[in-house]
């Protein structure tokens, strides 16, 4: 049997003169090292993407983080600090995907802009600047520091004592996550579950309790030297077994 496809969509970025579609590597890397699934990039085209023709050969979806943020004008904001980046193409692609997966039963993974856009697409709202709310941590890397430190354990996360995500973990009561954003869940939409914490309350996983599949999305970077973290390969190895059993249900039905 072939590797499962799973849909990275890209976000845009100006290389020199040109404009791009890109998706880091280290998103990639982990669904093919962490899933065991064939990563497939979607390039970020708004409303000439072709929902249908992707969707059917789509055996999961997984929502990378990005430097951008979800455009506030999508959950009835004003735009809190002008000078930070947006992707409103990513925005036009992504959310639309994310309401037609979650219809079809395609197993879905979101990671921090992943995590944010799920939220947003299924009616949520965002924090613009969690570290400006009051009595939230302040939740940011430094940007000066080196990768590993910015990538590196931030802070603990409580899970949902019996939740669908700790029991994917082994039950622990705690992990300790990563921590790179400055946004974050105001409002959780309606019908998802919180599957963690933060110790102040910002919430940093949840579910969807309509997906018919897999469902999955956390606020920091699994992916980030995932052969090397046992809990991220515990979730993306989740996440590729429900790709596999996607695929061969959609095989089935062929």
């Not at 050969?57 to 000078?83: C, E, F, K, R, W």
């Amino acid at each position: 049997m072939r590797r499962p496809i799973v849909l990275v969509p890209a976000c845009t970025r100006q290389i020199g003169h040109f404009p791009n579609h890109a998706a880091q590597n280290k998103y990639v890397n982990a669904v093919v090292l962490g899933g065991r699934c064939m990563p497939l990039i979607l390039p970020a085209l708004a409303e000439l993407t072709d929902m249908e023709a992707v969707l059917a050969v789509a055996d999961g979806v997984m929502l990378t983080g990005s430097a951008s943020n979800v455009h506030s004008d999508l959950y009835g904001q004003p735009i809190h600090n002008p000078a930070l980046p947006l992707d409103a193409a990513r925005d036009a692609t992504t959310l639309p995907l994310i309401r037609a997966a979650v219809k079809r039963g395609i197993p879905l993974l979101g990671i921090c802009r992943g995590f944010q856009e799920i939220n947003v697409a299924l009616g949520g709202t965002l924090h613009q600047a969690v570290q400006e709310v009051p009595g939230m941590m302040d939740h940011r890397d430094r940007e000066d520091d080196a990768l590993d430190v910015q990538y590196g354990p931030a802070h603990p996360i409580r899970l949902t004592p019996g939740g669908k995500f700790a029991r994917m973990l082994g039950d622990p009561e705690e992990i300790i996550v990563n921590s790179l954003h400055g946004q974050g869940v105001d409002v959780l939409a309606q019908g998802l579950t919180v599957e963690a914490v933060a110790h102040d309350g910002l919430v940093e996983a949840y579910t969807i309790d309509a997906a018919q599949g897999f469902s999955l999305a956390v606020q920091w970077h699994p992916e980030w030297r995932i052969t090397e973290n046992p809990d991220s390969m515990k979730m993306f190895l989740a996440f590729g077994n429900a790709c596999r059993e996607y695929q061969a249900r959609r095989q089935e039905r062929a």
